[in-house]
């Protein structure tokens, strides 16, 4: 199935990227599945997304924990600790 | 009630007015954050900020008298000195617009999807989240709204 993935702040930079669609394997069709299946693009994918407890996750503008279920057009945003105040 | 999420910048006065309308009212309380020292890009995640803001608005019209508020957040570049965030709060009593505006403005600073980086003369570099943030905003677990009553 196909998400929109999203990323801002500091894991935006590391990635080079604000937002793609993927298609993601059956296998990953949670947060925790396609934090997974993202990393293993390796390099600063794997670097960036590794730490959860720098990584928060919102699934359609809400925020997620990691067994978290994902359905076809999702949009997951990939973001860290936020600072606004 | 007023939610905002822009790069221009406000006036107090004006949105304290907006919001005292009501023969009800006897106080209003408002917080205005300020940068400090360090120019900064402020960051935000358009659609999901503006919800965020408001479960937090609702949350605490849950817990206490609010008759009308009034939340401005600001994204873009900014410089020291200037305006970043405003929480006005009027209610009948100073107790729960004192106590509307403060968790407002804990649960803005844990919640809300911002984030900062500033611009030092060495680089930009963004700000961690910091802890004393979540310890104010767990604090409000524990407080009884009708604790709160002035």
């Known amino acids: 199935m196909k998400v929109k993935i999203l990323f801002f702040a500091s894991l935006r930079e590391q990635l080079g990227t604000a937002a793609e669609e993927v298609e993601i394997p059956n296998s990953a069709s949670t947060v925790a599945g396609l934090r997974l299946h993202l990393m293993k693009r390796g390099g600063a994918w794997q670097d960036a997304l590794a730490d959860m407890k720098v990584v928060r996750v919102a699934v359609n503008q809400d925020m997620a924990a990691a067994n978290a279920p994902l359905n076809p057009g999702d949009e997951v945003a990939f973001f860290p600790p936020v600072t606004g105040g | ?150």
Not at chain 2, 62 to 83: F, M, N, S, T
Request: charged letters at 30%; proline letters at 4%.
């Open chain 2, 1 to 150: 009630m007023k939610i905002s999420v822009q790069q221009e910048d406000f006036d107090l006065s004006t949105e304290v007015i907006e919001i005292s309308g009501n023969p009800r009212i006897g106080a209003v309380a408002s917080f205005v954050g300020v940068v400090r020292e360090v120019a900064m890009t402020l960051e935000h995640y358009p659609g999901m900020t503006e919800s965020a803001i408001n479960s937090i608005v609702e949350e605490a019209r849950a817990k206490w008298q609010v008759l009308d508020l009034v939340v401005i957040h600001r994204y873009g570049d900014l410089e020291p000195g200037d305006q970043i965030v405003l929480v006005a709060v009027a209610s009948s009593h100073r107790g729960d617009a004192f106590a509307a505006c403060e968790f407002i403005m804990d649960f803005l600073k844990t919640q809300a999807p911002f984030w900062k980086k500033e611009h030092h003369p060495d680089g930009a570099r963004w700000v961690d989240a910091r802890d004393s943030d979540d310890r104010a905003a767990e604090r409000w677990r524990s407080i009884k709204p009708k604790l709160l009553k002035s």
